[in-house]
């Protein structure tokens, strides 16, 4: 007769063990998939860092002036926010220490950035599913700031062709954000 309790014992033992690992085993995999889809995320700004150099590089080679060089990359930020269709706010800082421009793609909802430059402080709004963007010329300021979200990104602008993103993505409730750029592409 004892023998008997003790099977039974180890029977609901060995279920209590088989169930606290399939809960372990699905958490593991949900915390797996959230460091992937964040981990997407900062691929595809080392990514955007690189291909951008190479776009700056091509325009600066070719001796482009202020206006071919803006044309360029705004192509190249266009075909980079459809391309990155993963993302869903991806803003771009580029330009020189005359002027700059900002564009910005929100995928979700309509959203306003804050953007200041010395002594401007304009709002740029981020209309759902399409670019916008704007120009502005600068008095002797070399800070570019940023406002997402009531968070500051600032941005040092440097002689030559400067160029910035921020790309930003909410995954399980959290927001993701990736800054980087350069800024230091000096003129032919």
């Known amino acids: 007769m004892k023998q008997k309790g003790n099977a039974k ?3 609901y033992l060995l279920a209590a063990v088989i169930l606290v690992s399939m809960i372990v085993g699905f958490i593991a995999i949900s915390n797996y998939s959230k460091q992937s889809s964040s981990i997407k995320l900062y691929d595809l700004g080392k990514e955007l860092e690189i291909e951008s150099v190479r776009v700056l590089d091509y325009g600066v080679y070719n001796t482009f002036d202020e206006v071919r060089m ?6 190249f930020i ?3 926010s459809d391309y990155g269709g993963e993302v869903e706010k ?10 700059i421009t900002v564009m910005g793609y929100q995928d979700l909802q309509d959203e306003t950035i804050l953007v200041e430059i010395g002594e401007i402080s304009a709002s740029l709004v981020l209309n759902q599913g399409q670019t916008s ?3 502005y010329e600068l008095s ?7 406002v997402v979200n009531g968070v500051e990104y600032k941005f040092e602008l440097n002689p030559g062709e400067n160029f910035y993103f921020i790309i930003a993505q909410e995954i399980e409730g959290e927001e993701y954000v990736v800054v980087g750029g350069g800024g ?5």
Do not use: D, P
Not at 90 to 99: A, C, K, M, S
């Open 9 to 11: 014992g180890q029977f």
């Open 70 to 75: 803006a044309n360029l990359l705004q192509g």
């Open 90 to 99: 991806i803003i771009f800082i580029f330009g020189n220490t005359n002027n």
């Open 140 to 146: 002797g300021s070399s800070t570019v700031i940023i």
């Open 133 to 135: 963007s704007e120009t």
């Open 78 to 80: 266009e075909l980079y």
């Open 184 to 188: 230091k592409y000096k003129e032919k």
